[in-house]
């Protein structure tokens, strides 16, 4: 712990003046100084962002910024060596067990059950999640994904576009507040691939949370709000949407990723580089 | 209690995708019938008659505990290649419901595999073990053996040495355990009153309440990052 | 820099004057034991050393059990450290304990081991000393390393009392014709016990602060690496 101290001063919040608007609210999710460590190396050091209601984040970063170990941290999944998260104005060390509920993830196992059909499949996670009355739910899924005419055969039997949509239709079961959805893209074949984007556009109008981490600019700016750059462990842009086009995004993606750490650290001093807002 | 039910549903899917491929259970059951196998071999070529009685209870348990390691380390593995268990981490359900249903669905292997073993011995080892006496001293045992079992599965499914570390980790912390129910089927078999057996049999339930209580503190801080 | 030398230092050197001296105790000092044969005599002086480094072996992984516990609560590396040391050092004791076993039963009653209950209890304690050791080994990530490591220092110290108690039983069941025992100790026996006893803990505590500080040279090496990276 006291390595971190002395590695980190406090980043400058991100929270000013970012919200969405009627900022009564608690963030849908809000990241304070989050650091992540793995040994002596540091994964994340020293994330701050926040997400509001409704928002739909696209996370951008090359291979190795940290992007999956954020999102396994905002999901549960991993505890942060420092710093805290909130989810929907909890924090998440304390209240998991409820606020798992109202978090859905995608990430790149399929996290289905080989051996299962698709429908016992839906059915043990929907009584994982507490779901009233199931059957018409998981119905009505499968034949959106379109696997309505497999529901009794093993999973283990399916391509690998059919494992993706049913792990799409996984994810979605409970119907969560918050969607963190990390590279979803990678390895979908076209149907399963449209498949998502519709997902996600009904995704994007509906009001739910959305995080979405990718490596493809455009894809992301599709149908984001928001826009965050992570690079090596730390966010080094943030933005809206509206105040970007694809081409000074990429502009500003180049320029955020290709620095050499030593300019960088030189430049602007350590610990001061965090939650750029851009303006226009 | 919604606890009770999730712990039940994680016991259930197991049971289904078992009854589904049967691979588990053949491969434990094949290999308790080889251990015994081998012990009869080895133990036919200096002991024989009466003294072979003497060592069936032994052998009988050192079955069940190799089998068991099987049927233990299965647990997890199967859920670690998957990366099915981040599908349970992500669950509304706090973790220690993981290690209950887990701990319960290879009780039911194990016992069933247990069942199964029974003529067998008794082909075997010319010993009758149908007696329900026995029946409580090898859920007593197979109980105690689970409880801890799971709690270690479920870290050595995520070393590097995977498989080969359990039984390495298992065996000394369970040999409370094998010593009681040895001594415990032996007392059976000789015609014991239970009177005499209350002893290993107090020293079975207490393994069996302390051990679960032990892994029920310490299992979230091995699934949990 | 010198004030820290110091203890260390004093340490280091004092232990070695005690163990010394406890050997010349052991071997000489103390006086015969009421035994028949000559050689059971002189074997029956290894009990000063074999009960003293029984005593450390199972102190060690109280210590592992507690540092691993802690851990688990702080998530400090310290305490990962401690209990990694006192394993290791317990691990060498333990084996000292079934070795100096087999030295006294040989001469004294001519079998290289009997299994008698304090000398399984150690045999059980030194296996799950290996386990530990190479379950540590069988981790990349150190926070892993470190939360399992203590979950079965946990899981396993509890197991060794359990273990105990059913060796004890089975042995009162079915006792062995001779005992590893010394048999009642003399006052100037008892000196020579005790003697040793303090001899071989302070020895523990200055293997662990070595080794503890070995390790924490370690992680700074490391650490350094990586920032020239």
Same mark, same amino acid.
């Given at each position: 712990?006291?390595?971190?101290?002395?590695?980190?001063?406090?980043?400058?919040?991100?929270?000013?003046?970012?919200?969405?608007?009627?900022?009564?609210?608690?963030?849908?999710?809000?990241?304070?100084?989050?650091?992540?460590?793995?040994?002596?190396?540091?994964? %994340?050091?020293?994330?701050d962002?926040?997400?509001?209601?409704?928002?739909?984040?696209?996370?951008?970063?090359?291979?190795g910024?940290?992007?999956?170990?954020?999102?396994?941290?905002?999901?549960? %999944?991993?505890?942060?060596?420092?710093?805290?998260?909130?989810? %929907?104005g909890?924090?998440?060390?304390?209240?998991?067990?409820?606020?798992?509920?109202?978090?859905?993830?995608?990430?790149?196992?399929?996290?289905?059950?080989?051996?299962?059909?698709?429908?016992?499949?839906?059915?043990?996670?929907?009584?994982?999640?507490?779901?009233?009355?199931?059957?018409?739910?998981?119905?009505?899924?499968?034949?959106?994904?379109g696997?309505?005419?497999?529901?009794?055969?093993?999973?283990?039997?399916?391509?690998?576009?059919?494992?993706?949509?049913?792990?799409?239709?996984?994810?979605?079961?409970?119907?969560?507040?918050?969607?963190?959805?990390?590279?979803?893209?990678?390895?979908?074949?076209l149907q399963?691939?449209?498949?998502?984007?519709?997902y996600?556009?009904?995704?994007?109008?509906?009001?739910?949370?959305?995080?979405?981490?990718?490596?493809?600019?455009?894809?992301?700016?599709?149908?984001?709000?928001?826009?965050?750059?992570?690079?090596?462990?730390?966010i080094?842009?943030?933005?809206?949407?509206?105040e970007?086009?694809?081409?000074?995004?990429?502009?500003?993606?180049?320029?955020?990723?290709?620095?050499?750490?030593?300019?960088?650290?030189?430049?602007?001093?350590?610990?001061?580089?965090?939650?750029?807002?851009?303006s226009? | 209690?919604?606890?009770?039910?999730?712990?039940?549903?994680?016991?259930?899917?197991?049971?289904?995708?078992?009854?589904?491929?049967?691979?588990?259970?053949?491969?434990?059951? !094949?290999?308790?019938?080889?251990?015994?196998?081998?012990?009869?071999?080895?133990?036919?070529?200096?002991v024989?008659?009466?003294?072979?009685?003497?060592?069936?209870?032994?052998?009988?348990?050192?079955?069940?505990?190799?089998?068991? !390691?099987?049927?233990?380390?299965?647990?997890?593995?199967?859920?670690?290649?998957?990366?099915?268990?981040?599908?349970?981490?992500?669950?509304?359900?706090?973790?220690?419901?993981?290690?209950?249903?887990?701990?319960?669905?290879?009780?039911?292997?194990?016992?069933?595999?247990?069942?199964?073993?029974?003529?067998?011995?008794?082909?075997?080892?010319?010993?009758?073990?149908?007696?329900?006496?026995?029946?409580?001293?090898?859920?007593?045992?197979?109980?105690?053996?689970a409880?801890?079992?799971?709690?270690?599965?479920?870290?050595?499914?995520?070393?590097?040495?995977?498989?080969?570390?359990?039984?390495?980790?298992?065996?000394?912390?369970?040999?409370? !355990?094998?010593?009681?129910?040895?001594?415990?089927?032996?007392g059976?078999?000789?015609?014991?009153?239970?009177?005499?057996?209350?002893?290993?049999?107090?020293?079975?339930?207490?393994?069996? !309440?302390?051990?679960?209580?032990?892994?029920?503190?310490?299992?979230?801080?091995?699934?949990?990052? | 820099?010198?004030?820290?030398?110091?203890?260390?230092?004093?340490?280091?050197?004092?232990?070695?004057l005690?163990?010394?001296?406890?050997?010349?105790?052991?071997?000489?000092?103390?006086?015969?034991?009421?035994?028949?044969?000559?050689?059971?005599?002189?074997?029956?002086?290894?009990?000063?050393?074999?009960?003293?480094?029984?005593?450390?072996?199972?102190?060690?992984?109280?210590?592992?059990?507690?540092?691993?516990?802690?851990?688990?609560?702080?998530?400090?590396?310290?305490?990962?450290?401690?209990?990694l040391?006192?394993?290791?050092?317990?691990?060498?004791?333990?084996?000292?304990?079934l070795?100096?076993?087999?030295?006294?039963?040989?001469?004294?009653?001519?079998?290289?081991?009997?299994?008698?209950?304090?000398?399984?209890?150690?045999?059980?304690?030194?296996?799950?000393?290996?386990?530990?050791?190479?379950?540590?080994?069988?981790?990349?990530d150190?926070?892993r390393?470190?939360?399992?490591?203590?979950?079965y220092?946990?899981?396993?110290?509890?197991?060794?009392?359990?273990?105990?108690?059913a060796?004890?039983?089975?042995?009162?069941?079915?006792?062995?014709?001779?005992?590893?025992?010394?048999?009642?100790?003399?006052?100037?026996?008892?000196?020579?016990?005790?003697?040793?006893?303090?001899?071989?803990?302070?020895?523990?505590?200055?293997?662990?602060?070595?080794?503890?500080?070995?390790?924490?040279?370690r992680?700074?090496v490391?650490?350094?690496?990586?920032?020239?990276?």
């Amino acid at each position: 712990m006291r390595q971190i101290d002395r590695e980190h001063r406090t980043p400058r919040s991100s929270r000013d003046g970012d919200c969405a608007v009627g900022g009564v609210a608690p963030p849908a999710i809000l990241v304070s100084k989050v650091t992540k460590a793995f040994g002596q190396q540091f994964a %994340l050091r020293g994330v701050d962002l926040a997400v509001a209601e409704g928002d739909f984040l696209a996370l951008f970063g090359p291979n190795g910024a940290g992007k999956t170990t954020l999102m396994r941290i905002m999901s549960s %999944l991993g505890r942060p060596t420092g710093g805290s998260v909130e989810i %929907l104005g909890e924090p998440l060390e304390k209240a998991a067990t409820s606020l798992r509920r109202h978090i859905g993830l995608i990430s790149h196992s399929p996290l289905l059950y080989g051996d299962l059909t698709p429908d016992e499949n839906l059915r043990f996670f929907a009584r994982m999640y507490d779901l009233p009355e199931p059957e018409v739910r998981i119905a009505n899924l499968l034949d959106q994904v379109g696997l309505g005419g497999r529901r009794g055969d093993p999973v283990r039997t399916f391509s690998r576009g059919m494992i993706q949509r049913l792990a799409i239709a996984r994810a979605i079961l409970h119907d969560p507040a918050i969607m963190l959805l990390d590279e979803p893209y990678t390895g979908l074949d076209l149907q399963a691939a449209e498949m998502l984007c519709g997902y996600l556009r009904g995704l994007a109008t509906s009001g739910r949370t959305v995080v979405l981490t990718t490596h493809n600019l455009e894809q992301g700016l599709e149908m984001c709000s928001r826009i965050a750059i992570l690079e090596r462990g730390r966010i080094a842009w943030q933005g809206r949407r509206a105040e970007v086009d694809l081409v000074s995004m990429r502009d500003i993606y180049r320029e955020a990723t290709s620095r050499p750490a030593a300019n960088r650290d030189a430049g602007r001093g350590r610990g001061q580089r965090d939650a750029q807002i851009s303006s226009s | 209690m919604n606890y009770a039910r999730k712990v039940f549903a994680i016991v259930w899917k197991d049971i289904v995708a078992e009854l589904r491929t049967k691979e588990m259970f053949s491969a434990m059951f !094949v290999f308790a019938v080889l251990t015994v196998v081998i012990f009869n071999f080895a133990f036919d070529l200096r002991v024989s008659g009466e003294r072979v009685r003497q060592v069936a209870p032994g052998a009988l348990w050192v079955a069940f505990a190799f089998s068991g !390691v099987l049927g233990l380390n299965r647990a997890f593995v199967l859920e670690r290649d998957r990366g099915c268990l981040e599908g349970l981490l992500l669950a509304p359900v706090d973790h220690t419901a993981i290690y209950f249903g887990k701990m319960l669905s290879t009780l039911i292997f194990m016992l069933a595999v247990e069942t199964f073993m029974l003529p067998v011995f008794t082909a075997f080892f010319g010993v009758s073990l149908f007696d329900g006496r026995l029946v409580l001293v090898a859920l007593l045992g197979t109980l105690g053996f689970a409880g801890v079992g799971t709690v270690l599965s479920a870290m050595t499914a995520q070393t590097r040495a995977r498989e080969v570390l359990l039984p390495i980790l298992l065996l000394p912390v369970a040999a409370p !355990v094998l010593i009681a129910a040895v001594k415990a089927t032996a007392g059976i078999l000789d015609g014991l009153p239970i009177d005499e057996l209350r002893l290993w049999l107090t020293l079975l339930v207490g393994f069996d !309440v302390l051990f679960p209580a032990v892994a029920f503190m310490t299992f979230d801080y091995v699934v949990k990052e | 820099m010198k004030k820290n030398d110091c203890l260390p230092l004093l340490l280091t050197v004092s232990s070695s004057l005690l163990i010394l001296l406890g050997l010349y105790l052991a071997l000489a000092g103390a006086p015969d034991a009421n035994l028949k044969s000559e050689t059971g005599r002189l074997a029956q002086r290894i009990i000063y050393f074999h009960i003293a480094t029984a005593w450390v072996g199972f102190l060690a992984f109280f210590v592992t059990f507690v540092a691993g516990a802690v851990y688990l609560r702080t998530q400090r590396r310290q305490w990962d450290i401690a209990a990694l040391a006192s394993a290791e050092i317990g691990t060498v004791f333990m084996l000292g304990v079934l070795v100096s076993g087999s030295i006294w039963a040989r001469p004294a009653w001519g079998v290289w081991w009997v299994w008698d209950e304090r000398l399984t209890i150690s045999l059980v304690q030194f296996l799950i000393y290996v386990g530990y050791l190479m379950l540590r080994g069988s981790v990349e990530d150190p926070a892993r390393r470190a939360r399992f490591a203590a979950v079965y220092g946990v899981v396993a110290f509890v197991s060794v009392p359990v273990n105990f108690v059913a060796i004890r039983l089975w042995r009162t069941q079915h006792p062995l014709v001779f005992g590893v025992d010394g048999g009642g100790l003399s006052p100037n026996m008892m000196f020579a016990f005790f003697f040793c006893l303090i001899a071989f803990s302070l020895w523990y505590v200055t293997l662990m602060w070595h080794r503890i500080r070995l390790e924490r040279l370690r992680d700074q090496v490391d650490e350094l690496k990586l920032r020239l990276v």
